[in-house]
C-alpha cells in the first residue's frame, strides 16, 4: 500500500522542527527572514520556512489539520489526474503554497530586521480552503469544538486574518494565512476550473435549512 504524499510531507516536517527544537541554529538557518532574503538573496527561506516550528504545539496543531485534510484533497488530485501524476501535483501544489504565503510579508517586511515567521500554517491554511471550496457547507470544528459550516469560518477567518495583518496583531503572520488561503483556491481552481462551478453550484443549493 503507497504511503501518502500527505504522511511524507508531515513525517519531513516532524524530522525538521524537531532538529530545530533542540537546535536553534536549524531554526535560524531556515526560518522566513524577509530582511535576509532580500538583502542576503536568500530566497530558500520562503520555502524552508514551512518545515520548521516554534514548539510542540504549534507543529502538532498544524500538522492535525494538514493530515485531516490533506488526505482528501490529496486523493481527489490522484483520482482527477492519475496515481504519480497527482502525487506530484498536490507535492507541488503544497511547497508552492508555501512559498506563495510567505511573498506578501516578504515584500512587506523587507526592510524590517526584526521580522521572522516560521511554521506550515500558511500552505496549511491552504489546504483547507481547498476543501471549503469543495464543500462550502460541510462542518468543521471552531478552535476544535464550535461547528461552523465551512463557508462561514472561512469567510470569518479571511476577515479576521486580514484585520490582524493590517493591525500587526500578535505573534503570528496572518498575511500568511490569508495569502496561503487565497493561493491554495486559486491553484486548486487552476487545476480544475469545474470547482468554482461546483462550489456556486453547492452553495446555492446545498444550503441547509
Not at 124 to 135: A, D, K, N, R, Y
Request: proline share 3%; net charge neutral.
Amino acid at each position: 500500500m503507497d504511503i501518502s504524499i500527505t504522511i511524507l510531507i508531515i513525517a519531513f516536517t516532524v524530522l525538521v522542527s524537531y532538529q530545530g527544537f533542540s537546535n536553534y541554529a536549524v531554526i535560524d538557518r531556515l526560518k522566513h527572514y524577509p530582511g535576509r532574503e532580500s538583502g542576503g538573496k536568500e530566497y530558500y527561506r520562503l520555502l524552508t520556512s514551512g518545515f520548521v516550528h516554534a514548539d510542540w504545539m504549534h507543529l502538532l496543531i498544524n500538522m492535525f489539520v494538514l493530515y485531516s485534510f490533506g488526505e482528501y484533497i490529496e486523493m481527489y488530485i490522484v483520482t482527477t489526474f492519475g496515481n504519480v501524476e497527482g502525487r506530484v501535483i498536490f507535492l507541488v501544489l503544497y511547497l508552492l503554497n508555501i512559498i506563495l504565503a510567505n511573498i506578501p510579508t516578504a515584500i512587506r517586511q523587507s526592510h524590517n530586521p526584526a521580522f521572522s515567521s516560521i511554521g506550515a500554517s500558511g500552505a496549511v491554511s491552504g489546504i483547507i480552503f481547498i476543501f471549503i471550496l469543495m464543500h462550502p457547507w460541510s462542518t468543521l470544528s471552531l478552535f476544535f469544538v464550535i461547528p461552523v459550516p465551512a463557508i462561514i469560518a472561512g469567510v470569518g477567518y479571511l476577515i479576521y486574518s486580514s484585520w490582524a495583518a493590517n493591525q500587526g496583531h500578535g505573534r503570528l503572520d496572518h498575511s500568511a494565512h490569508f495569502a496561503g488561503a487565497i493561493a491554495g483556491m486559486l491553484m486548486i481552481t487552476l487545476l480544475d476550473k469545474s470547482i468554482i462551478t461546483d462550489f456556486m453550484y453547492k452553495l446555492v443549493h446545498e444550503f441547509p435549512l
